[in-house]
């Protein structure tokens, strides 16, 4: 029988199903020492003393795993913590490691892939649809910006540094390669999407943004153009989960016809009657100089309406060099030298 009932005294208590309640928590990742027993042995004949092979390592006779590197990798790219807070971290965890220990695990992990991202570099002009954006980066004890460049297909992600901004560097990735380029209206994409070469296919999310941080200059204007461009995304939401020829009818019989009516309100009296300089006119303005490669989706089922999905790529990097790059390093103004940490900059 059960216990007596809490409320009356009296009983037996009939016994029910139990209630359960969900709750979350947090348990700390942790390092584990992994301890490599190999076998020896002596022969009393050739008086010779043999050993087991030892168990492959990322380098050998180094005491850090392949799973330690590949975190401190992860936690530098893409979670954009600096290698001197690892440090911390990692203290915290009872492991006393120097930072220049986590340097040099970070540029022998580079070395060794290095042979894959040479390959992911060879196959990007092979691909049907290259997605490409750029963003600046401070260099180490220089003053002037350098740049990454991302090239993103649909199986992988590259990325390329460059000392500068100049088209170049998309010429060596490129080439002579056919098929669609989707940037941003950036000059420096203009000599591999010249006629026989790549394709051009614009960022509709640019063009969208520049009416909108205008609208205050002509609410009317913007509420119009923001309207069709509604209609646009709408239609690419239905879109999504299409197959290929599916959403290439879609977009060929409803968003064509988006189009024509925004290209007949742009060359309507009321846009005609913008001043020249106002912030209306350069964003209308960005519309018509790219009005081709804006609709190049449109015809294309693999192409898509804008290059957000690139510049999403390049947020991780914004993010990280906010905490990777070192601040301007102070004049010294005693015979002290400047902070330790005043010198740490970005690892590529």
């Known amino acids: 029988a059960m216990a007596s009932c809490p409320g009356c005294g009296e009983g037996p208590l009939t016994e029910l199903s139990p209630e359960c309640s969900v709750e979350l928590e947090w348990v700390p990742g942790y390092l584990k020492r992994v301890s490599h027993e190999r076998g020896r042995g002596f022969c009393g004949k050739c008086k010779s003393f043999f050993c087991a092979p030892a168990p ?4 050998d006779g180094g005491l850090y795993g392949p799973g330690f590197i590949a975190r401190v990798i992860v ?15 990692f203290k915290r965890e009872g492991l006393h490691v120097a930072r220049s220990t986590l340097v040099g695990l970070f540029h022998l992990a580079a070395s060794l892939t290095e042979p894959i991202y040479l390959r992911m570099m060879e196959l990007v002009p092979d691909s049907r649809v290259v997605y490409a954006d750029e963003t600046s980066l401070k260099m180490q004890r ?14 992988f992600i590259t990325y390329v540094f460059s000392a500068t901004r100049a088209g170049r560097t998309a010429e060596a990735v490129l080439g002579d390669s056919t098929g669609v380029l989707v940037v941003d209206g950036y000059t420096g994409y203009n ?10 296919a614009g960022c509709n999310a640019h063009a969208r943004r520049k009416i909108f941080e205008a ?11 923001l309207a069709m461009y509604q209609e646009l995304y709408d ?9 290929a ?45 790219h009005w081709a490669a ?45 902070p330790r940490d005043a010198l740490l900059t970005m690892f590529i």
Not at 142 to 155: D, G, H, M, Q, S
Not at 215 to 225: C, E, T
Not at 264 to 284: C, F, N, T, W
Not at 300 to 314: C, F, K, R, Y
């Open 56 to 59: 492959p390592r990322v380098i």
């Open 75 to 89: 936690h530098k790219l893409l979670d954009c913590v600096p290698l001197y807070r690892q440090v911390k971290a």
């Open 142 to 155: 220089v003053k002037k910006l350098a740049y990454i460049w991302t090239f993103a297909t649909t199986l």
């Open 191 to 200: 000599k591999v999407t010249m006629p026989g070469k790549r394709t051009r």
């Open 215 to 225: 609208r205050d200059n002509h609410p009317q204007v913007a509420s119009v153009l």
């Open 235 to 243: 239609i690419e939401d239905r879109a999504r989960g299409l197959d």
């Open 245 to 289: 020829l599916s959403r290439l009818n879609l977009r060929q019989q409803e968003s064509a016809a988006v189009w024509l009516r925004m290209r007949e309100y742009l060359d309507g009296e009321v846009v005609k009657k913008l001043l020249p300089k106002e912030a209306m006119s350069q964003a209308i303005g960005y519309l018509n100089n």
């Open 294 to 338: 804006l609709q190049v989706y449109v015809s294309n089922a693999h192409v898509p309406i804008d290059n957000n999905s690139t510049e999403q790529l390049m947020k991780q990097v914004a993010i990280g060099r906010k905490n990777w790059c070192a601040p301007e390093v102070p004049r010294r103004t005693s015979g002290r030298s400047p």
